[in-house]
């Protein structure tokens, strides 16, 4: 059975940092590729960042480009998603994401199979 779990959610005020985390079980990250996703209320599920399963090549949404870094460490099977300058209008639920997107579909939910239970992430102005 896989499972993303996701951790490192919560408030923090405009300017600052977190760490999100993706631990993976019933699959191995280095076969998929691996995405973050984020949701507002009343909001479409948007791209985050991504990084391909071969050569882990990082994609990233304009929005956070210069200010997150997304990254995996596979010998602990773990995803993560830096994010510095966080802003209000990062506020909404991450969630973290695998599958084998097709070129050019890193940024569609619908390329991923698998989804975390999502976190929180509040940034308060």
């Known amino acids: 059975q896989v499972q993303l779990v996701e951790s490192g959610g919560g408030l923090v005020q405009t300017g600052g940092s977190l760490r999100l985390s993706c631990a993976a079980s019933?699959?191995?990250?280095?076969?998929?590729?691996m995405g973050w996703f984020r949701q507002a209320p009343g909001m479409d599920r948007d791209f985050v960042a991504a990084?391909?399963?071969?050569?882990?090549?990082?994609y990233y949404a304009d929005s956070v480009k210069g200010r997150f870094t997304i990254s995996r460490d596979n010998a602990k099977n773990t995803l993560y998603l830096q994010m510095n300058n966080l802003k209000p209008e990062d506020t909404a639920v991450y969630y973290c994401?695998?599958?084998?997107?097709?070129?050019?579909?890193?940024?569609?939910?619908?390329?991923?199979?698998?989804w975390g239970q999502g976190t929180q992430v509040t940034v308060s102005s």
């Open positions: 990084v391909s399963w071969i050569g882990g090549r990082p």
């Open positions: 019933g699959l191995t990250i280095s076969n998929y590729a």
């Open positions: 994401a695998a599958g084998i997107p097709a070129s050019g579909s890193y940024g569609r939910s619908r390329a991923y199979d698998y």
